[in-house]
């Protein structure tokens, strides 16, 4: 079956950290995609990055699709950071289904 | 330009009731994903619909159903609620065809007692 996996489960930082996020994948994907979970439950878009590299601010992420995995890095954490991680692909295809991976849960201390 | 709006944000049912979801898609997004999240099993695929036809739909019972409207606006039902039911709905809109990018509503969390 389709499987994505994410690295680590819980990660524990300081405020002003660095940390990486890493999502495993098998298969081609058309569509891989990291969230951010807050507080309230919804699901905030990151990065739609089936493949290379973007940045926004203090976040970027790198997707390589030859080698089934991305990565999500957070740049001098702030304790907003705080919540659960979301890694997403299609089955790829067109169809609009999304496999979550289990997250990875991040704690920024002050 | 608006994002996925879904109604109730809040709902408490009792067992045996049926409930009705209700999602908006942003403005020309026509495929609308629903999916259930709870603490066990995480993030699970209810079904997807494009242009009023349900094109996918994952390992829930019959109990579970859905539709889409001509505005693309979506609707999902459950049916007999369990206590295993109580979770957060989660809705996303995306353009569809060759463009999947899905986008989040805010969610609609029910707790069946």
């Known amino acids: 079956g389709i499987q994505v996996e994410q690295s680590p489960p819980d990660l524990i930082l300081q405020e002003g950290a660095n940390s990486t996020l890493r999502c495993n994948f098998s298969d081609s994907v058309n569509n891989l995609q990291w969230f951010h979970q807050n507080p309230w439950g919804q699901l905030i878009n990151l990065f739609y990055i089936p493949s290379g590299t973007k940045q926004n601010g203090r976040l970027s992420a790198t997707t390589v699709a030859t080698e089934r995995y991305s990565l999500l890095y957070i740049s001098s954490s702030q304790t907003t950071d705080s919540g659960v991680y979301f890694c997403a692909r299609d089955r790829g295809s067109t169809l609009g289904r999304l496999y979550f991976g289990r997250g990875t849960q991040l704690t920024v201390w002050p | 330009k608006a994002g996925v709006t879904q109604t109730p944000r809040y709902l408490i049912k009792t067992r045996g009731q049926q409930v009705t979801l209700s999602c908006s898609p942003i403005s020309g997004h026509r495929s609308v994903s629903w999916y259930q999240q709870t603490p066990g099993q995480g993030l699970q695929f209810l079904f997807e619909y494009f242009s009023e036809t349900q094109r996918n739909k994952g390992n829930f019972p019959g109990r579970f159903s859905g539709r889409q409207f001509s505005n693309s606006r979506s609707e999902m039902n459950v049916s007999t609620l369990e206590l295993g039911d109580s979770a957060l709905y989660l809705c996303?809109?995306?353009?569809?065809?060759?463009?999947?990018?899905?986008?989040f509503g805010q969610g609609t969390r029910l707790t069946v007692v």
């Open positions: 996303a809109s995306s353009k569809g065809e060759w463009e999947t990018e899905a986008f």
